[in-house]
């Protein structure tokens, strides 16, 4: 053997003690959950599932399998996460919200009884109340320079592949068509339903229109 690979052995005492330090971790991690678990929470697989320490859950939410929630998350009750969701820092889950499989959520805030099931990016957006996220809906909340706000109000519907580029604010009951590009600061108002790219109003008030 040469020195080379001698010297990136690992020496017993230290491998013992990173041994200890990674059965805290884990013992630690899983006092966590079965804390949640005591009060109503329903964690389909702790092996699979983490939770940061400044977490709140209520009862009756249930959380599937390779879940991550990390630090400053509330999450009201009977909600549904995952598998495979990342809810990142800063988020709040109103109770009744679903959180899909491979859906990221950071800075926001979800109403009740809304859902984004799937594929989904939700960075720094306000949802209201029972509002839709299709499939693969990307909240592009950053220009390079700045993270920008979106605002989603209740009942809006929003199609499958949409594309919402923050600052933005949608209107209560609002639809967009699936692939639907909303661009940069073109509101659309409440009720109107758009298509395309760039997004165009083709229903609102019985008149067809460019979103302004």
Do not use: W
Not at 39 to 56: L, S, W
Not at 146 to 151: A, C, L, P, V
Not at 175 to 189: E, H, Q
């Amino acid at each position: 053997m040469t020195r080379a690979a001698d010297s990136k052995k690992i020496a017993p005492h230290h491998k013992d003690r990173l041994i200890e330090e990674l059965l805290e971790q884990d013992r630690k991690r899983f006092q966590r959950l079965f804390e949640f678990i005591s009060r109503g929470v329903k964690i389909i697989d702790p092996f699979t599932t983490y939770i940061a320490e400044n977490v709140k859950i209520d009862k009756g939410t249930i959380i599937y399998p390779l879940t991550v929630i990390e630090d400053d998350v509330r999450i009201g009750k009977n909600c549904e996460i995952g598998p495979f969701a990342r809810i990142r820092s800063g988020t709040r889950l109103k109770d009744k919200a679903q959180i899909g499989n491979f859906v990221e959520v950071v800075r926001s805030s979800i109403g009740v009884n809304s859902k984004a099931k799937h594929l989904s990016y939700l960075g720094d957006v306000k949802i209201g109340e029972n509002v839709n996220i299709g499939a693969g809906t990307i909240i592009a909340n950053y220009d390079g320079q700045r993270k920008h706000q979106t605002e989603i109000g209740n009942e809006v519907f929003i199609g499958s592949g949409t594309i919402l580029i923050a600052p933005l604010k949608i209107g209560r009951k609002a639809v967009t068509g699936a692939g639907a590009v909303v661009t940069k600061g073109k509101n659309i108002p409440e009720g109107a339903v758009v298509i395309g790219v760039p997004a165009r109003i083709v229903k609102s008030q019985g008149h067809k229109q460019t979103v302004s």
